[in-house]
């Protein structure tokens, strides 16, 4: 899903899973000067990606995380986290049940 879709790019061999959300210039993809061979992106399932975000290497974003705008990842972030910055990130809090 694109709400935005103005400015985003996608490397060829990223991998994004369901309904993930990917606002306005967004760039996912593998790194300057990276190998030959170097995998891209692997994105799970029910991820957003806010505005201005760059996913780049061969990284894997889990599943239900939500990036942040403007952040810049080169590493893997495990799955339900809050991303921001560069290559910051906590675990989101569970919904308040009350």
């Known amino acids: ?3 935005h879709p103005v400015g985003i790019v996608i490397g060829d061999g990223v991998r994004i ?8 210039n ?16 692997s994105i799970g ?9 760059v996913i ?8 239900r995380t939500v990036v942040g705008a403007n952040a810049v ?3 893997d972030i ?4 809050v991303v921001y910055g560069y290559n910051q990130y906590h675990p ?3 919904a308040d049940s009350s």
Do not use: K
């Open 78 to 81: 495990p799955p339900d986290s």
């Open 45 to 53: 399932d029910d991820v957003t990606i806010y505005a201005g975000a």
């Open 26 to 41: 967004v760039t996912i993809g593998r790194r300057e000067n990276a190998a030959v061979d170097e995998p891209y992106p």
């Open 73 to 75: 990842i080169t590493r």
């Open 56 to 63: 780049a290497g061969s990284v894997t974003i889990g599943a």
């Open 1 to 3: 899903m694109y709400p």
């Open 17 to 24: 899973g369901r309904q993930v959300r990917v606002y306005q």
């Open 92 to 94: 989101r809090r569970a």
